[in-house]
């Protein structure tokens, strides 16, 4: 992601920092997702991956031709149950160019998007794990009602409600393990392993 030259200046990739910043926007937990100049920053990111892509000629890989057909199966049957809006449509093309834009950066990059990817994750791991020691009963509490005599309320941290924790617990363990077989000295693949523990 940086080069420093031998005048000790700086150099950072243009590609890696638009990739850092889009992805730091478009996977902002639920918590700080619903701001509007978060969903601001997020289509402008989206308008970024788009012209980025369409630059660098872009070919997709059989996987992600899958991925798009499968958000196009999902809207389709959206509005084939008169449920969906023009939302779901651009809520399926902001996934399938995020999904095109980290697998462009997989392909030419490996080791740095990886890097990136992991780095974004454990920074929102992190913030979830200090909001959950902090506030043990909810950073906020939603209320659902049943019907007209009873209702529950649930407990939000972060990340949501409790259940939502171990979807990013696991992707961080999943990019902390692809990571230790990336790395390329001893001393970091046992820094890793023991911070994964």
Not at 45 to 73: A, D, E, N, Q
Not at 89 to 110: E, N, P, Q, W
Not at 153 to 172: M, T
Request: include cysteine.
């Amino acid at each position: 992601m940086t080069n420093i030259n031998n005048r000790g200046i700086i150099k950072l990739n243009k590609t890696d920092l638009i990739f850092f910043f889009s992805l730091a926007v478009m996977l902002m937990p639920a918590y700080f997702a619903n701001n509007a100049v978060i969903k601001l920053l997020g289509n402008i990111c989206v308008l970024f991956i788009f012209y980025l892509l369409f630059v660098r000629l872009y070919k997709p890989s059989g996987f992600i031709y899958l991925f798009t057909l499968y958000y196009i199966y999902i809207v389709a049957n959206t509005f084939i149950n008169k449920n969906g809006d023009i939302h779901s449509i651009i809520s399926s093309a902001k996934i399938v160019l995020m999904a095109s834009f980290i697998d462009y950066m997989l392909r030419k990059h490996t080791y740095r998007a990886v890097n990136i990817l992991y780095y974004i994750i454990f920074v929102y791991v992190l913030i979830d794990f200090v909001s959950v020691v902090l506030f043990p009963s909810g950073l906020y509490k939603t209320t659902i009602e049943w019907n007209q005599w009873s209702s529950s309320e649930f407990s939000q941290w972060v990340f949501g409600n409790k259940n939502n924790h171990i979807f990013w617990f696991l992707a961080l363990l999943i990019l902390a393990y692809i990571r230790y077989f990336l790395l390329k000295t001893k001393k970091e693949k046992i820094c890793l392993f023991l911070s994964l523990l």
